[in-house]
């Protein structure tokens, strides 16, 4: 048997998007205008950042009043305090705090840098520079709305797949993650099937909607590329109703908490 072709496909006229865009419409007239048409077993992978401003997920750090937390934070790594305070808002539980480091428990459970708070293609320089992007309120909601519009054409099932970078302990570099999902898995479970030797595979699980955000923030690129969407094509996957924070270790099988 031949393996499946994995295709993806980047558009390249994805406009700026701002708070209160209609971003299922604007990706359609994207895709529509370079000439794709989701076929389904597609799977849309998003940029956060783009969910993000179109929920109106921003900040204005000067409207911020610094809390007690925020200032003994800033002491510890020297960031900004209006900063860290919105960084703090979003956070269950900080973890790390030091020099420039500053390893947060978001309020969703994940376990990442600055709980994902963000100056990165916001704003254009000298307009806002005061102005963060914060997460959506609701990744996975957010995805499930998207595919919802998605499938509107009739093509079933469509996936979904919001992407953000995260670092990682141990290794250097971001890679990108699943923060919302609607359709493919979060996580597949292989325990118990066979090796291609016939061992019972015993530990085997797959942060499958991860490696979708992985490969699809490879296309989609972190700089200035504007390219926040990506059409993967060609990946075979059961439509599930996991959910992204599937994938995040349990408090007490966590040795490095």
């Known amino acids: 048997m031949n393996a499946p072709t994995i295709s993806y496909i980047t558009p390249r006229t994805v406009p700026v998007i701002s708070r209160g865009d209609d971003l299922a419409a604007v990706i359609l007239e994207t895709l529509n205008r ?3 048409v989701l076929q389904s077993g597609d799977v849309v992978a998003i940029a956060q950042k783009i969910v993000s401003k179109a929920e109106g997920c921003t900040v204005d750090l000067s409207t911020v009043t610094v809390s007690h937390e925020a200032m ?3 002491k510890k790594t020297g960031k900004d305090e209006r900063l860290l305070e919105v960084i703090v808002r979003d956070t269950a539980k900080v973890l790390r705090a030091q020099r420039e480091v500053c390893i947060v428990e978001h309020r969703l459970g994940h376990v990442m840098a600055n709980a994902g708070v963000d100056h990165s293609n916001v704003t254009a320089p000298g307009k806002g520079d005061d102005i963060v992007l914060l997460l959506p309120e ?3 909601a957010s995805a499930r709305g998207l595919r919802a519009r998605f499938e509107e054409g009739g093509q079933a099932p469509i996936g979904v797949v919001i992407t953000d970078s995260f670092g ?3 290794r250097l570099g971001t890679t990108g993650v699943a923060i919302g999902i609607a359709g493919p898995a979060a996580l597949i479970d292989r325990r118990g099937e066979k090796d291609m030797f016939g061992r019972t595979l015993e530990a085997t699980e797959i942060g499958f909607s991860d490696g979708i955000a992985a490969a699809a923030v490879l296309a989609m690129g972190e ?3 504007s390219t926040p969407v990506v059409v993967i094509r060609g990946l075979t996957w059961a439509d599930t109703s996991q959910k992204a924070a ?3 270790r349990p408090h007490d ?3 490095f908490r």
């Open 34 to 36: 370079e000439g794709v």
């Open 72 to 74: 003994t934070l800033a």
């Open 138 to 140: 609701d990744p996975d």
């Open 168 to 170: 990682r302990p141990w």
């Open 223 to 225: 700089g200035a590329e």
């Open 246 to 248: 599937d994938v995040l």
């Open 253 to 255: 099988k966590d040795m």
